[in-house]
């Protein structure tokens, strides 16, 4: 009895030894002022902005990879172009104003516009085309609750030497949304981010601020235009994100459905009456939208629910409304497919399931999840309903398979409790036999509590960030490809500013925003490895052998009208005029070579990344008796991972590539280990 007291007091030791010594950053990047700003990117590196410089952090190591002397830099002064290595940096020096394209890879500035004015809020880009889309927004600063409108202007670009084709300016103010909710903190960016980012298709330039408008992308003569409000309520992206297929491009907007023929850009058909259409999807000839939902307020972000309540099928061909589903209350969720004929939907309080192919209900059953705001089909076929603080997964009937589903498991459900040691198995309730797990972890209940509900609200969003494959078995079986491919080449602050937003939102946007620029396998290299045969070589040798999709391709002349000298694009020669430091011109060529090899690599593991867990910000169990993050597979639902980061600003963020949280503490960027259970 003595000895298994003993064995049992070094155990808790141990436990309490490993929970301090995890508790430490794995490691700390001071920096030469408080960190106002930082963000992850495809290629591991983090962003970080001070007062007066701009600095490349290694995300896996802390390393400093590069710094630029900057002033008066915020969030809204980076922007990451898609498929490159590209970022841009909107500078403003007194009364004048740049935008330079930098390679994030080595820090030098691979060419400046003084043309584009202004903070760079959105873009969409073509590197086959060499184009471009940049849209600017001046003095976007305001304070939190004020009403902020200002004027966009669409730049066209050539993507290789920063050349203006044309630009826009668009005939009235739009509203803006702050960058960031809380207390008051007085002037703060604002952003676009309530608007879908324009888009560029078939040798048009499609933006969405005032309607939607069309332009030839080259020349920037207006196509098709309709004009109408596109944040009803004062809600954010109220309108769904647009869809293609071979023949038309389709967008939402006052209740209506638009088929624009891909050929001419004119208008085919219209759906009419439809109300807010926050979601679309194509599967076949059928085109499939969500009416109503739960949408962020502009003023404030808070959530508003907003209807009619329901789900349409639309037939593309002719813009008849085939059947509408009617039967969802308040609190609608986003839409998923469990199968090509069967759509899963919450509201305030079922799960229903409905045959896509008539529209009719196969089952509607109590998901007793509070406040639920998501759904989603993980690995195993299982819907899982969510909202801030708890997940529940449920076995449903398919329209193809409802008799063979019908069978009941009584004893395999688990109920898990906020341990990482117990799994407590229980029978499943009589009321809802459909029940396989339920999870739940309440927020802490010490600290600010304003602050503590944005953490917690950020922790359950990085989910979205990933789990884009698994929200809807589509997505896994490839279909609606096309429609997931649009967004790869376009970028808005949603990406970073994620926390901003509802969760519906964000489940309606990640089973597209997945795929991204890594869905397509190819990055456009402008910057040092453009210029490094080595490296490209070797890339190249790498994808026959390890790298399977990635493609690293170095833009040539073909089918590009552009300045062209011997095959390549006319590139200057990189500026390292504000460079103050550069780790890669420190270290010799074959390091060199590695360390950009290294970066590349992991882009293309974050190609390959599936969100298996999601993350809740809670009172963690004994023996570490402190806040932090616990990580939820939620294929399984078991208490998979766990972050002892007790405090982390409102900012965080992770790179599950690198199983890292990353967050900042005055002038210190730290990283802290994503520990498995």
């Not at 172009?81 to 994030?104: M, N």
């Not at 970028?491 to 509802?502: A, E, I, T, V």
């Not at 552009?562 to 694009?569: D, E, L, M, T, V």
Request: proline share 3%; net charge positive; with cysteine.
């Amino acid at each position: 009895m003595t000895s298994m007291k003993v064995l049992v007091l070094l155990f808790c030791l141990l436990c309490f030894f490993a929970a301090n010594q995890n508790a430490q950053p794995v490691w700390q990047a001071p920096l030469d002022g408080k960190i106002l700003f930082y963000q992850t990117t495809d290629f591991g590196i983090v962003l970080a902005g001070t007062g007066s410089a701009l600095f490349a952090i290694d995300g896996q190591t802390g390393e400093r990879l590069w710094r630029r002397n900057h002033k008066g830099l915020d969030e809204t002064s980076i922007t990451p172009i898609p498929a490159t290595d590209l970022i841009l940096l909107s500078l403003d020096t007194g009364d004048k104003s740049r935008v330079e394209a930098i390679d994030l890879l080595s820090g030098a500035s691979v060419w400046r516009s003084e043309k584009v004015k202004g903070d760079i809020m959105q873009l969409a880009v073509e590197p086959e085309q060499d184009l471009l889309a940049v849209v600017t927004v001046k003095k976007a600063k305001g304070r939190i609750g004020e009403q902020l409108k200002r004027e966009p202007v669409a730049h066209v670009l050539r993507l290789s030497d920063g050349e203006e084709l044309w630009k826009k300016q668009l005939e009235s103010d739009v509203e803006m949304m702050p960058a960031e909710f809380g207390e008051d903190k007085g002037e703060v960016a604002f952003t676009l981010d309530n608007y879908r980012p324009p888009l560029m298709l078939d040798g048009r330039l499609y933006l969405f601020y005032e309607g939607a408008t069309s332009y030839d992308a080259r020349t920037g003569r207006e196509g098709e235009r309709e004009k109408f409000k596109t944040n009803e309520g004062g809600l954010a992206l109220t309108e769904a994100d647009p869809v293609f297929d071979d023949r038309y491009l389709y967008t939402s907007g006052r209740g209506k459905i638009r088929a624009v023929d891909r050929r001419s850009g004119k208008i085919e058909w219209e759906a009419k009456d439809l109300g807010v259409t926050p979601e679309m999807a194509i599967v076949g000839n059928v085109l499939y939208v969500r009416t109503g939902g739960q949408f962020t307020r502009i003023k404030d972000g808070e959530i508003e629910e907003k209807g009619s309540f329901g789900v349409s099928a639309i037939d593309t061909a002719s813009g008849k409304t085939l059947w509408r589903y009617k039967g969802a209350d308040k609190g609608l969720t986003n839409f998923v497919f469990a199968d090509a004929s069967t759509i899963l939907v919450a509201d305030k309080n079922d799960l229903i399931t409905i045959d896509a192919k008539n529209g009719k209900r196969i089952e509607k059953f109590e998901h007793d999840t509070e406040r639920a705001q998501f759904v989603l089909i993980n690995e195993k076929g299982e819907a899982v309903v969510g909202g801030r603080d708890e997940i529940a997964a449920f076995r449903i009937q398919s329209s193809r398979l409802r008799a063979s589903n019908a069978f009941e498991i009584t004893d395999s459900s688990f109920k898990f409790h906020n341990s990482f040691l117990e799994n407590q198995p229980t029978k499943t309730k009589d009321k809802n036999r459909n029940e396989i797990w339920r999870v739940k972890h309440k927020a802490p209940s010490r600290g600010v509590l304003r602050t503590i509900a944005g953490i917690a609200l950020r922790a359950t969003a990085l989910y979205f960030r990933y789990g884009g494959l698994a929200t809807s078995a589509l997505n896994i079986a490839g279909g609606a490809s096309a429609a997931r491919s649009i967004l790869s080449l376009r970028w808005s602050g949603l990406k970073s500013r994620f926390s901003s937003f509802d969760l519906t939102t964000l489940a309606s946007n990640s089973a597209k925003n997945y795929a991204k620029n890594y869905a397509i396998g190819k990055v456009n290299v402008y910057g040092i490895s453009a210029r490094t045969p080595l490296l490209l070589n070797r890339l190249n040798n790498m994808r026959s052998t390890v790298s399977g999709g990635l493609q690293i391709n170095v833009p040539t002349a073909s089918g590009i009208r552009g300045k062209i000298i011997g095959g390549a694009f006319d590139r200057a020669t990189p500026s390292r005029a504000d460079l103050q430091e550069s780790l890669l011109d420190r270290i010799d060529p074959a390091r060199q070579i590695e360390k950009l090899s290294d970066y590349f690599l992991r882009r293309k593991r974050l190609a390959e990344m599936r969100g298996n867990y999601m993350y809740f910000y809670t009172d963690l169990p004994r023996p570490f008796d402190k806040k932090g993050l616990i990580g939820v597979n939620v294929h399984t639902g078991r208490d998979a991972r766990f972050i002892l980061a007790s405090e982390p600003d409102p900012r965080f963020t992770t790179d599950e590539t690198a199983g890292l949280l990353y967050t900042a503490e005055g002038n210190r960027l730290q990283a802290f280990d994503v520990l498995d259970r």
